[in-house]
């Protein structure tokens, strides 16, 4: 005999001043009540080329599922077992009892893949940052950061002691400026940036700014989240791509890109990792990786490096639909990756245009401001090497379509 479960009582909104921010809080609703809200789209199938959205596929061209593997059988069943092995979870941080013999595997094959010393496993991309930046920057010294970095680099920054200075994106030359300023009183210098960015897929001119760190005896480090498996003859990133790899203190990378799983790592020399190992508030103050990341992502670096022809195809389609795009008359920046922009000025163009692909059934994302300058509001499309070129030609129709309703092209 069932029981009826009396509902709960009504809760009592309160008036509470600090609180009053999110009920005055209206863009999303704005963009909700006139039609174009198109942000945590539920996804009901894997990241593959094509994907399920409210029971209808769509060609995926918003995902960074570079090298297509997060739907790789081998993927899948190397998370599987580990599952059977290790449970769901580590129930603990890895400075205490989380640490599996699994994670310091992939730590080892890390650091082997990546030339290094030593690699350093996180449970997320974001905690890389906010760890590695937070631990070695402190009273004294100074993190100097393109004004386009990622916010976990920003953010990283702001939790430490020091100080904070943002030169122009890309712009070396404002850099040593900021270098220069600085004098003899600054402690230690930080020079943090990005491989490729993450929004407009132009790459950082590294060579340079490892110039001007060595003129000043700045240290760098680059998150190349968006360049390892990508970048690079054998895909190590951004530094192996001008090949100047022995001249990068640390390189953070992420699993939650090529390498189809979820958490992030940073590689370099031993006593550097050693220190973040036992200095990160984000390593030892937060649950460590799950068993089946953990072994998504060694199985992925081992694909990575065995199969160099998802590389070539991922180039190959990145090719084929950036010069599509521009051939049709779209502004897509300076983008030298995977990751293709397409520049449409207004929010509430970039939000309409993003409506109405999805429409044609293609998923896209919108990034506007702050996510982007004012006024560059931009559509956001990354490859896959496992699209099919008949599927790009469907998107490159379709942007073709939409472009001309909104008068981006003739």
């Known amino acids: 005999m069932s029981r009826s479960v009396p509902a709960p009582p009504?809760?009592?909104?309160?008036?509470?001043?600090f609180l009053e921010k999110c009920f005055q809080y209206e863009r999303a609703d704005r963009a909700r009540q006139a039609g174009l809200y198109t942000f945590f789209r539920p996804i009901e199938s894997a990241q593959d080329p094509e994907v399920t959205v409210g029971g209808r596929r769509m060609v995926m061209l918003?995902?960074?599922?570079?090298?297509?593997?997060?739907?790789?059988?081998?993927v899948k069943e190397a998370a599987i077992q580990a599952v059977r092995k290790y449970g769901s979870g580590c129930a603990?941080?890895?400075w205490l009892n989380g640490t599996l013999d699994l994670h310091v595997r992939l730590e080892e094959r890390l650091a082997d893949f990546m030339r290094a010393e030593s690699a350093l496993v996180f449970s997320t991309g974001f905690q890389v940052n906010l760890g590695v930046i937070s631990s070695l920057v402190g009273r004294g010294d100074v993190a100097y950061l393109d004004k386009q970095d990622h916010a976990c680099i920003i953010d990283g920054a702001?939790?430490?002691?020091?100080?904070?200075?943002?030169?122009?994106?890309?712009?070396?030359?404002?850099?040593?400026?900021?270098?220069?300023?600085?004098?003899?009183?600054?402690?230690?210098?930080?020079?943090?940036?990005?491989?490729?960015?993450?929004m407009e897929?132009?790459?950082?001119?590294?060579?340079?700014?490892?110039?001007?760190?060595?003129?000043?005896?700045?240290?760098?480090?680059?998150?190349?989240?968006?360049?390892?498996?990508?970048?690079?003859?054998?895909?190590?990133?951004?530094?192996?791509?001008?090949?100047?790899?022995?001249?990068?203190?640390?390189?953070?990378?992420?699993?939650?890109?090529?390498?189809?799983?979820?958490?992030?790592?940073?590689?370099?020399?031993?006593?550097?990792i050693d220190f973040i190992r036992?200095?990160?508030?984000?390593?030892?103050?937060?649950?460590?990786?799950?068993?089946?990341?953990?072994?998504?992502?060694?199985?992925?670096?081992?694909?990575?490096e065995r199969e160099p022809e998802r590389r070539e195809r991922l180039w190959e389609n990145t090719h084929f639909f950036a010069d599509g795009l521009r051939s049709l008359g779209f502004?897509?920046?300076?983008?030298?990756?995977?990751?293709v922009p397409v520049v449409v000025g207004e929010d509430l163009t970039a939000l309409t245009m993003v409506k109405?692909?999805?429409?044609?059934?293609?998923?896209?994302?919108?990034?506007?401001?702050?996510?982007?300058?004012?006024?560059?509001?931009?559509?956001?499309?990354?490859?896959?090497?496992?699209?099919?070129?008949?599927?790009?030609?469907?998107?490159?129709d379709a942007f073709h379509k939409v472009g001309r309703e909104l008068e981006l092209v003739s």
């Open 10 to 17: 009504a809760r009592q909104v309160r008036s509470v001043p």
């Open 62 to 74: 918003g995902s960074n599922n570079y090298l297509g593997l997060v739907n790789d059988p081998r």
């Open 92 to 94: 603990g941080s890895r």
């Open 158 to 198: 702001r939790l430490s002691f020091g100080r904070v200075r943002k030169f122009r994106h890309n712009d070396v030359e404002d850099l040593r400026r900021m270098l220069k300023f600085d004098g003899a009183e600054t402690k230690g210098r930080f020079i943090v940036i990005d491989g490729v960015y993450s």
């Open 201 to 272: 897929g132009d790459i950082a001119p590294l060579p340079e700014v490892l110039a001007a760190a060595r003129q000043f005896g700045a240290a760098v480090m680059v998150d190349d989240a968006h360049g390892i498996g990508v970048l690079g003859r054998t895909g190590r990133g951004t530094a192996e791509h001008f090949g100047v790899e022995n001249e990068v203190d640390l390189i953070m990378g992420t699993f939650s890109k090529s390498m189809a799983s979820i958490g992030g790592f940073v590689a370099g020399d031993a006593k550097v």
């Open 278 to 304: 036992h200095n990160a508030r984000t390593m030892i103050f937060s649950a460590a990786q799950p068993p089946a990341s953990a072994a998504a992502a060694l199985a992925a670096v081992d694909i990575m």
């Open 331 to 339: 502004d897509t920046g300076l983008s030298q990756s995977p990751v």
């Open 356 to 396: 109405r692909l999805h429409e044609e059934g293609i998923f896209v994302n919108c990034v506007l401001t702050p996510g982007t300058a004012p006024g560059r509001a931009l559509i956001r499309t990354s490859l896959m090497a496992t699209h099919r070129r008949e599927q790009l030609a469907r998107a490159l």
